[in-house]
Antibody
Framework: EALLVESGGGLVQPGGSLRLSCVAS????????MNWVRQAPGKGLEWISH????????SYADSVKGRFTISRDNAKNSLYLQMNNLRDEDTALYYC??????WGQGAQVTVSS | EIVLTQSPGTLSLSPGERATLSCRAS???????LGWYQQRPGQAPRLLIY???NRAAAVPDRFSGSGSGTDFSLTITRLDPEDFAVYYC?????????FGQGTRLEI
């Protein structure tokens, strides 16, 4: 069974940084596009970043471009999201998503002073 | 950037009834790049339909997707109590891979 487990969330002050990790099990990520999707409290889904299997293509939503960096380590079966210069509006549950067919349970990020 | 608009915002129906949810794109998209997701309270989203009309694994056949160009729909025949949730459409053909704002299906 394909499983994605996020970690690294928490409470951070505005302007701070966090790094989310996502470890996959039950399958190898090396052949899959991977994504991060977030959901602010009580709101809808927002796609924020994508990375191709060999890391050759990366894309970002305008809301995070220049502040967030997606990366992956296929040997460790892991996906990452480095989040810098965090803002209040980045408060959300962050999902690691394989293509768009398998979703993790999410990591909570709260940005507040 | 492709914007997806879902309607209605909320749909109130009863178990056993039929639901039709709409997703309209701001420009034409390939049906092969349109997906539908279900999100129950407190749970992660679940892929229901990919490629516009293909059911994902373990999705009951009462769920069906259709459409082309800018107009797509998700139909749920014979609503089951577990179907009352929020539904999102998404296009994944061109970045940004935007989602619609969601339709809440309530009893």
């Amino acid at each position: 069974e394909a499983l994605l487990v996020e970690s690294g969330g928490g409470l951070v002050q505005p302007g701070g940084s966090l790094r989310l990790s996502c470890v996959a099990s039950g399958f190898g990520i090396s052949t899959f596009d991977m994504n991060w999707v977030r959901q602010a409290p009580g709101k809808g889904l927002e796609w924020i970043s994508h990375i191709s299997p060999n890391s050759g293509v990366m894309s970002y939503a305008d809301s995070v471009k220049g502040r967030f960096t997606i990366s992956r380590d296929n040997a460790k079966n892991s996906l990452y999201l480095q989040m810098n210069n965090l803002r209040d509006e980045d408060t959300a549950l962050y999902y690691c998503v394989r293509r768009f067919d398998h979703w993790g349970q999410g990591a909570q990020v709260t940005v507040s002073s | 950037e492709i914007v997806l608009t879902q309607s209605p915002g909320t749909l109130s129906l009863s178990p056993g009834e039929r639901a039709t949810l709409s997703c309209r794109a701001s420009q034409s998209i390939s049906s092969s790049s349109l997906g539908w997701y279900q999100q129950r309270p407190g749970q992660a989203p679940r892929l229901l339909i990919y490629g516009g009309s293909n059911r994902a694994a373990a999705v009951p056949d009462r769920f069906s997707g259709s459409g082309s160009g800018t107009d797509f729909s998700l139909t749920i025949t014979r609503l089951d109590p577990e179907d009352f949730a929020v539904y999102y459409c998404q296009q994944y053909g061109a970045s940004p891979y935007n989602f619609g704002q969601g339709t809440r299906l309530e009893i």
